[in-house]
């Protein structure tokens, strides 16, 4: 993938090259000729006078590690330097080829920055962004990336297996005495294409980061390529395809996330997918709740209510049959699907009991149930469990049961909903708006929502419409509802102001 125009990538590459040389000449011409195309001439001019750049530390002893830093506007000239900064380590061989690019913290700590470096988006798009990097292998071959937890960490060091991973920079034992804790995140490039679409990407995060004005060719970069490109590394939606050979491989998995997010849909098209392919014969959808037992869905006794008397009959529950069904269809060489929608809303444990000893893949295990009768688990049973990720009040499964399932994140997802707006054949002017609505509301989750709040965010089939009066009906009643609901129990705090505005824009139309 190129994010970037030849002209720009060869800019970034001289810019680099001037770096690696130690240039200070040069690096300093290199910077303004690239922060004009991509800043704007006015802030070019201004980056060797506002203490933008420290382009004079590529020179001094050896003592002195040499860099490339890019501060935020007004920083000291020289000396120590605080808060949060873009820097490009040469590497200390005798003819430097790699950089280390990295999002780094000034010796003087983090003091006005503190605030938003905070917001959860800027971490996850620094983890994402090396993502994308070690992704189309614009980092240098066979290295490592890595970004901390926290990125404000100033006293935690770059763990060793990552530093043994860094190319030439593994063995620059200096660099790591002196600055290793203040490294939120490094990356090995050389500077060469893909070395330079690595660190301009780094240039945009950087300067969206810093609200600099970015010139619109860059802009729209930033908002059409790069960003996009890292939300779809962020939650890739997973196919049919995909939960078909993987089921038939790992056999019980469960399909997690947030409400609206089509986990049903899913399995049922999973389910429909492997019966059509001939791997399974058929399939049973259940559904758990509170009350679901280990006599409603193993085995038990229930009154006969076609009798004139009071009499109880044994009952066999939806496992026993799905049971019975695999064994039949062990001789037509296929297998069989139970799918139980919401699992976790019963108690899992207590609703399996013995038969808990039964899941387990890679083994045809038998067990002796409460009546006595002994059971085997066919080795072509399959599973498929949904789960709700957003419900707090609905129980948490333990760690015998999660060992014996494999999780899949299913996540709201904007490419889905395009996909099913274009099945549905809906007009482009209420598609166009409706991708719009998603976009925002995902984008709000992006940037605010911490890892656990994301699981709150409203999925795509909210969004499913036909017209624009149902959009404005869903967006009303609905989804505008539901984040209210969320905001009232004290939840998504970080961006409570910017789902209000959203609140109030979606009321007063």
């Known amino acids: 993938?190129?994010?970037?125009?030849?002209?720009?990538?060869?800019?970034?590459?001289?810019?680099?090259?001037?770096?690696?040389?130690?240039?200070?000449?040069?690096?300093?011409?290199?910077?303004?000729?690239?922060?004009?195309?991509?800043?704007?001439?006015?802030?070019?001019?201004?980056?060797?006078?506002?203490?933008?750049?420290?382009?004079?530390?590529?020179?001094g002893p050896a003592e002195n590690i040499q860099y490339f830093g890019i501060l935020y506007e007004n920083a000291p000239q020289s000396g120590v330097y605080d808060n949060f900064s873009l820097v490009l380590f040469p590497d200390n061989t005798q003819n430097s080829s790699e950089l280390l690019l990295c999002y780094g913290i000034g010796t003087g700590g983090i003091t006005e920055d503190?605030?938003?470096?905070?917001?959860?988006?800027?971490?996850?798009?620094?983890?994402?962004?090396?993502?994308?990097?070690?992704?189309?292998?614009?980092?240098?071959?066979?290295?490592?990336?890595?970004?901390?937890?926290?990125?404000?960490?100033?006293?935690?060091?770059?763990?060793?297996?990552?530093?043994?991973?860094?190319?030439?920079?593994?063995?620059?034992?200096?660099l790591w005495r002196k600055y290793g804790k203040f490294l939120p995140s490094v990356c090995v490039i050389k500077p060469d294409d893909k070395g330079a679409q690595a660190f301009l990407s780094h240039l945009l995060l950087y300067a969206k980061f810093r609200n600099w004005p970015l010139r619109k060719e860059f802009l729209s970069i930033l908002e059409n390529k790069l960003l996009p490109a890292l939300i779809n590394i962020w939650r890739s939606y997973p196919s049919f395809e995909q939960l078909s050979s993987y089921l038939l491989q790992r056999k019980y998995l469960i399909l997690q996330g947030p409400p609206g997010t089509g986990k049903t849909c899913l399995a049922e098209k999973t389910a429909k997918f492997l019966k059509q392919n001939g791997e399974i014969t058929d399939y049973e959808i259940i559904q758990f709740h509170a009350s679901t037992s280990y006599e409603d869905f193993v085995e038990g006794i229930k009154p006969d209510t076609n009798s004139n008397q009071l009499i109880f009959r044994e009952h066999k529950g939806p496992l026993l049959e799905a049971i019975e069904k695999a064994e039949e269809a062990e001789g037509e060489n296929k297998g069989y699907l139970l799918i139980i929608d919401e699992i976790n809303r019963g108690d899992l444990a207590k609703i399996l009991g013995e038969a808990i000893f039964l899941l387990e893949p890679t083994e045809k295990r038998r067990i002796k149930l409460r009546s006595g009768k002994e059971i085997i688990m066919p080795q072509n049973l399959y599973i498929i469990g949904t789960m709700n990720t957003a419900d707090r009040t609905i129980a948490i499964l333990d760690f015998a049961i999660r060992r014996r399932f494999a999780f899949v994140?299913?996540?709201?997802?904007?490419?889905?909903?395009?996909?099913?707006?274009?099945?549905?054949?809906?007009?482009?002017?209420?598609?166009?708006?409706?991708?719009?609505?998603?976009?925002?509301?995902?984008?709000?989750?992006?940037?605010?929502?911490?890892?656990?709040?994301?699981?709150?965010?409203?999925?795509?089939?909210?969004?499913?419409?036909?017209?624009?009066?149902?959009?404005?009906?869903?967006?009303?009643?609905?989804?505008?509802?539901?984040?209210?609901?969320?905001?009232?129990?004290?939840?998504?705090?970080?961006?409570?102001?910017?789902?209000?505005?959203?609140?109030?824009?979606?009321?007063?139309?």
């Not at 983890?127 to 937890?149: A, G, P, S, Y």
């Not at 909210?462 to 939840?491: H, T």
């Open 1 to 59: 993938m190129k994010m970037f125009k030849v002209k720009h990538i060869n800019l970034a590459k001289q810019l680099l090259n001037s770096i690696t040389e130690k240039n200070i000449e040069k690096s300093l011409e290199n910077a303004k000729q690239l922060f004009e195309e991509v800043l704007g001439k006015h802030f070019a001019d201004e980056i060797d006078k506002n203490g933008v750049l420290r382009y004079k530390s590529l020179t």
């Open 114 to 174: 503190a605030e938003w470096l905070g917001i959860p988006w800027v971490k996850r798009t620094i983890r994402l962004l090396l993502k994308l990097i070690k992704k189309e292998r614009w980092n240098t071959e066979e290295t490592d990336v890595f970004v901390k937890d926290d990125v404000t960490d100033e006293y935690s060091e770059i763990p060793n297996l990552v530093k043994s991973n860094l190319g030439n920079f593994s063995n620059y034992t200096e």
């Open 409 to 509: 994140n299913v996540w709201p997802s904007g490419q889905k909903l395009e996909e099913i707006l274009n099945e549905k054949g809906t007009n482009e002017e209420t598609k166009n708006r409706t991708l719009e609505y998603c976009n925002r509301v995902q984008n709000i989750f992006f940037k605010y929502a911490s890892d656990e709040e994301l699981h709150l965010q409203p999925g795509h089939t909210y969004f499913i419409v036909d017209s624009e009066e149902e959009l404005e009906n869903k967006l009303k009643y609905e989804i505008a509802p539901l984040l209210q609901e969320y905001l009232n129990e004290g939840r998504l705090s970080v961006a409570k102001n910017e789902i209000i505005s959203f609140i109030d824009e979606v009321l007063d139309k």
